[in-house]
T-cell receptor, first 115, second 113 residues
């Protein structure tokens, strides 16, 4: 398996622009998580899905952030409009529930820079 | 109750020494305690994990010690190597039957050659 795939790996945009981050979980995994990592705040859980349904979005910082999972193999995190304080590394992770270990598999991340 | 407190924030160890990172939790419903290792520019990856029914788990040079009554767990890296230099995160999971992780704030480890 190729693991969790994220695109793009790097994104540089200007304030006010729309940004869309993409994630392909490991095939067969039924949970998907979106995290944001910054030096100041560490790893923050933004939202997670179970079987494509959003379960907990309490970590989404504000209405400018939205996430969707239209099918089991694809999810997007959208920021509109983007602001410089959104600059961070965004990770996607997936897990197969019911396995012996509750291991979350992380993607390589998308480094977002908002100018 | 959902917090996981991790210390120290940073750690410098000589090659061959022992690195120790500590975490504490509050929610007794947690039933899975993983440690993740992250190298610069990479995503976190599972290093070792433990469930509360055992007090210690060892994998090679890495050991988790778990104290259920104190609600604390720690990662010990024996014979630390420069290649171990990374950021380490503890986490807790399983409360309310979810797979949601509560991560600690991370420890940046540097092992001097």
């Amino acid at each position: 398996d190729a693991g969790v795939i994220q695109s793009p790996r790097h994104e540089v945009t200007e304030m006010g622009q729309e940004v869309t981050l993409r994630c392909k979980p490991i095939s067969g995994h039924d949970y998907l998580f979106w995290y944001r990592q910054t030096m100041m705040r560490g790893l923050e859980l933004l939202i997670y899905f179970n079987n494509n349904v959003p379960i907990d979005d309490s970590g989404m910082p504000e209405d400018r952030f939205s996430a969707k999972m239209p099918n089991a193999s694809f999810s997007t995190l959208k920021i509109q409009p983007s602001e410089p304080r959104d600059s961070a590394v965004y990770f996607c992770a997936s897990i197969l529930s019911g396995s012996s270990y509750n291991e979350q598999f992380f993607g390589p991340g998308t480094r977002l820079t908002v100018l | 109750q959902q917090q996981v407190k991790q210390s120290p924030q940073s750690l410098i160890v000589q090659k061959g020494g022992i690195s120790i990172i500590n975490c504490a939790y509050e929610n007794t419903a947690f039933d899975y305690f993983p440690w993740y290792q992250q190298f610069p520019g990479k995503g976190p990856a599972l290093l070792i994990a433990i469930r509360p029914d055992v007090s210690e788990k060892k994998e090679g040079r890495f050991t988790i010690s778990f104290n259920k009554s104190a609600k604390q767990f720690s990662l010990h890296i024996m014979d630390s190597q420069p290649g171990d230099s990374a950021t380490y995160f503890c986490a807790a999971s399983g409360a309310s039957g979810t797979y949601k992780y509560i991560f600690g704030t991370g420890t940046r480890l540097k092992v001097l050659a």
